[in-house]
């Protein structure tokens, strides 16, 4: 049994100090002879039908711990699934191996050649690179010097769900030809050709929590602003690669948990820059009207020809003023092609518009007004629609795999909805998704924070304890708040 220590007696040197200073003798002796408060109790901790003797964990950003824009050793450390099996510990867990990078600078190489740069940190204002603050660095984590298993973390960052059982997708050689992972490439060791799934199933876990499945196949869509250089994976392909991920590991009868798709279009990344964000004074207005005055010209001569109504021009006409908070000019391939009249598909945004987060350093260029917006810096609500009906499908496949399968099941889309809305209640904090002061999402607008990774843990927990009778929240075994900070020091190396 775990037991809180008796509260009345902490601090008692505190106390005794008081009441010598305020109180006569009488008192104080009076004051110690009172009972003691009763003690807290909780249950020992107790695992249900689970094997938690060798865990292993499958996915992708989130579960390799990267945050900030980076993989390194802190964000390693505080992982939702090196968290999980500090828990795991204590209900017979054994040891729970990582891919450490060689730094906490972030970053890859490859001969010494830097194919990633080092993670982001908080400049006083917002994210800035890390060498913007202290000065070059060299990137330690190089690919020709991999990290030696066998791992229990086979988190890939940016893998899509197919990528997991791609032969290869790990292959060094395979990584100019942009068919291989670099974080895969430190996973695979002396058999480079093996998937991420078929490494795992060679550790034979007992327990496996498998999750981000299908959050980088609309993800890789969404921050590309659903240009289509980056299409979302049909669901066939994702049910498939799902299939097989969960056969193979539970075909020696582990147990596991899996989470699903969160609505990743509520994430920072998306959502920090508003639709109206461009200041201007009367003088600048007045000349950028002048500039968009052809193009509203246009518009009118397609409505007096039959070719748009007032309604398609209303949406469409170009309009800036003295103010704070103008809207930003985008290119839509929604409105009617008008392209053959020499009438472009200009419209400014709307708040059911999205911009990706690196587009606003380029907003005080002239981008958004002077410079229209490609399809790459926004969603628009027809491409959002993409992405809702494609994570739907994602999350009802996982929900119907984790029931055939009785896996234990983390609903991660509920979750990031409240704390888009309403915000998370974490011990002491509030967490929601806003970027920097929100606490639950990174710098870089995507990942969790160390304390965001926490919350993912806990859920986790309480979702095996309703699916195999384990009580680790009952008992205290879950992570603490106050253990996780949302940022790491720019001179943690």
């Known amino acids: 049994m775990k037991t809180f220590k008796n509260l009345k007696y902490i601090g008692l040197v505190a106390l005794a100090i008081s009441f010598t200073a305020c109180n006569d003798e009488e008192d104080f002796e009076e004051f110690l002879d009172q009972p003691p408060m009763e003690a807290v109790t909780l249950p020992a901790l107790n695992a249900g039908s689970a094997d938690f003797s060798n865990y292993i964990a499958v996915g992708a950003s989130f579960t390799a711990g990267f945050t900030d824009g980076g993989l390194f050793i802190a964000g390693q450390e505080d992982s939702f699934p090196n968290t999980i099996a500090k828990q795991f510990e204590n209900a017979g867990g054994g040891t729970f191996t990582q891919p450490l990078t060689a730094d906490n600078f972030g970053g890859l190489a490859v001969g010494g050649n830097r194919i990633q740069n080092p993670r982001l940190v908080f400049g006083g204002a917002g994210p800035v690179p890390l060498e913007s603050l202290i000065g070059p660095v060299t990137v330690g984590t190089d690919l020709l010097t991999p990290p030696t298993g066998p791992f229990n973390n086979f988190g890939v960052p940016g893998a899509k769900s197919f990528h997991l059982i791609a032969p290869g997708?790990?292959?060094?050689?395979?990584?100019?030809?942009?068919l291989a992972n670099p974080y895969?490439?430190?996973?695979?060791?002396?058999?480079?050709?093996?998937?991420?799934?078929e490494l795992a199933v060679t550790q034979n876990p007992s327990f496996f929590t498998l999750s981000e499945i299908g959050g980088n196949d609309v993800l890789g869509y969404a921050t590309?602003?659903?240009?289509g250089?980056?299409?979302?994976?049909?669901?066939?392909?994702?049910?498939?690669?799902?299939?097989?991920?969960?056969?193979?590991?539970?075909?020696?009868?582990?147990?596991?948990?899996?989470?699903?798709?969160?609505?990743?279009?509520?994430?920072?990344?998306?959502?920090t820059i508003p639709y109206n964000p461009v200041p201007l004074d009367a003088a600048t207005a007045a000349a950028l009207n002048q500039g968009y005055a052809t193009y509203n010209g246009g518009l009118q001569?397609?409505?007096?020809?039959?070719?748009?109504?007032?309604?398609?021009?209303?949406?469409?006409?170009?309009?800036?003023?003295?103010?704070?908070?103008?809207?930003?000019?985008?290119?839509?391939?929604?409105?009617t092609n008008l392209s053959g009249?020499?009438?472009?598909?200009f419209r400014q945004a709307t708040e059911a518009d999205l911009f990706v987060l690196p587009l606003s350093s380029l907003i005080p260029q002239g981008y958004g007004t002077q410079i229209q917006l490609e399809d790459k810096w926004v969603l628009t609500p027809e491409e959002q629609l993409e992405?809702?009906?494609?994570?739907?499908?994602?999350?009802?496949?996982?929900?119907?795999?984790?029931?055939?399968?009785?896996?234990?099941?983390?609903?991660?889309?509920?979750?990031?909805?409240?704390?888009?809305?309403?915000?998370?209640?974490?011990?002491?904090?509030n967490m929601n998704t806003s970027l920097v002061t929100g606490g639950l999402v990174s710098l870089d607008g995507i990942h969790l924070t160390a304390r965001g990774s926490a919350i993912m843990a806990n859920s986790f927990l309480d979702a095996i304890d309703t699916t195999y009778g384990s009580n680790f929240r009952a008992s205290g075994n879950v992570a603490k708040a106050e253990d996780f900070g949302v940022t790491y020091s720019p001179l943690l190396q």
């Open 387 to 429: 992405i809702s009906t494609a994570t739907t499908a994602y999350n009802n496949s996982i929900a119907a795999i984790a029931s055939a399968n009785g896996l234990a099941l983390v609903d991660l889309n509920t979750i990031l909805n409240q704390a888009a809305s309403t915000g998370v209640q974490f011990d002491d904090y």
């Open 184 to 197: 895969a490439v430190r996973l695979t060791g002396a058999t480079p050709n093996a998937s991420m799934v």
């Open 341 to 345: 009249f020499g009438i472009p598909s």
């Open 229 to 271: 250089t980056n299409p979302i994976t049909p669901t066939t392909t994702f049910d498939f690669a799902l299939n097989a991920m969960v056969t193979a590991l539970t075909s020696n009868g582990a147990k596991g948990a899996i989470g699903n798709v969160p609505n990743i279009t509520s994430l920072s990344h998306f959502t």
């Open 301 to 335: 001569f397609a409505m007096t020809n039959g070719l748009l109504t007032q309604e398609q021009v209303d949406k469409r006409t170009i309009t800036f003023s003295e103010s704070a908070n103008n809207a930003l000019v985008l290119i839509d391939e929604n409105l």
């Open 169 to 178: 997708y790990g292959n060094l050689a395979n990584l100019s030809a942009g």
């Open 224 to 227: 590309t602003g659903g240009d």
